[in-house]
C-alpha cells in the first residue's frame, strides 16, 4: 500500500508561514482527488483543503486566501502553503486520499505538527 508522509510543520508566530509537504511512496496524484486535514487537541479531523487528480482546489472557509494547494505529479509530492497563520491553526496536520463520505484509501501518516503562538 502507499504510504504517506508529512513534513514541514513548526513553531512560527501570528501571521507567519509554513509550507507542508506530502510524500507519497508510489504514484497516486495523477489517479485520486488528494487531501490536506488537521486535527486540535479535542477536536475532530476537519478538512483544510483538496486538489482533484486534474488540479483542481477546494479549501474550507476558515483557510481560503490564506492558504493554497498545490501538488508535483512526476514527485510524488503535495503541499500546502500556509500564510497569514493565527493560533486556530495550530493543530497536527495529515494528508489522505478521500473518497466517499469520510472515508480514506490510505492509512494516516504521522502526521506533523503546526504550532501558532507568540
Known amino acids: 500500500q502507499v504510504r504517506l508522509v508529512e513534513s514541514g510543520g513548526g513553531l512560527v508566530q501570528p501571521g507567519g508561514s509554513l509550507r507542508l509537504s506530502c510524500a507519497a511512496s508510489?504514484?497516486?496524484?495523477?489517479?485520486?482527488?488528494m487531501g490536506w486535514y488537521r486535527q486540535a487537541p479535542g477536536k475532530e479531523r476537519e478538512m483544510v483543503a483538496q486538489i482533484s487528480s486534474g488540479g483542481t482546489p477546494n479549501y474550507a472557509d476558515s483557510v481560503k486566501g490564506r492558504f493554497a494547494i498545490s501538488k508535483d505529479n512526476a514527485k510524488n509530492t503535495m503541499y500546502l502553503q500556509m500564510n497569514g497563520l493565527k493560533p486556530e491553526d495550530t493543530a497536527v496536520y495529515y494528508c489522505?486520499?478521500?473518497?466517499?463520505?469520510?472515508?480514506?484509501?490510505?492509512?494516516w501518516g504521522q502526521g506533523t505538527q503546526v504550532t501558532v503562538s507568540s
Open positions: 489522505n486520499a478521500p473518497y466517499g463520505t469520510n472515508r480514506y484509501r490510505l492509512d
Open positions: 508510489g504514484s497516486i496524484f495523477r489517479a485520486y482527488t
